[in-house]
């Protein structure tokens, strides 16, 4: 089994940025998609942004504000937040996909507010 591991988020103010680690305790080559989903209060789990081979997707309300990378030699993939909207408020999940099984994070919180 395969742990999934966030780090980075917490409470910033509206028009700041923060980023979002994802580190696997598992070689990070064996997976082919990794992405970023968020919940928000009362919300369904809705896709921020995947890398795969096929290259990069972002939800339609982050485009141009969030980037996804994958740092292949940290074994670790990142999302970095910039201009940030109380609407980005939630729960971050980082989720990992190997030609076999899904994997998930426990989730970290990102809050944004004045």
């Known amino acids: 089994q395969v742990q999934l591991v966030e780090s980075g988020g917490g409470l910033v103010q509206p028009g700041g940025s923060l980023t979002l680690s994802c580190v696997p305790d598992?070689?990070?080559?064996?997976?082919?998609?990794m992405a970023w989903y968020r919940q928000a209060p009362g919300s369904k789990r809705e896709l921020v942004a995947r890398?795969?081979?096929?290259?990069?997707t972002y939800g339609d309300s982050v485009k141009g504000r969030f980037t996804i990378s994958r740092d292949t030699p940290k074994n670790t993939f990142y999302l970095q937040m910039e201009i940030l909207e109380a609407e980005d408020t939630g729960v971050y999940y980082c989720?990992?996909?190997?030609?076999?099984?899904?994997?998930w994070g426990q989730g970290t919180q990102v809050t944004v507010s004045s």
């Open positions: 989720n990992a996909v190997t030609w076999r099984k899904e994997y």
């Open positions: 890398i795969s081979q096929s290259g990069t």
């Open positions: 598992g070689d990070i080559s064996m997976f082919h998609t």
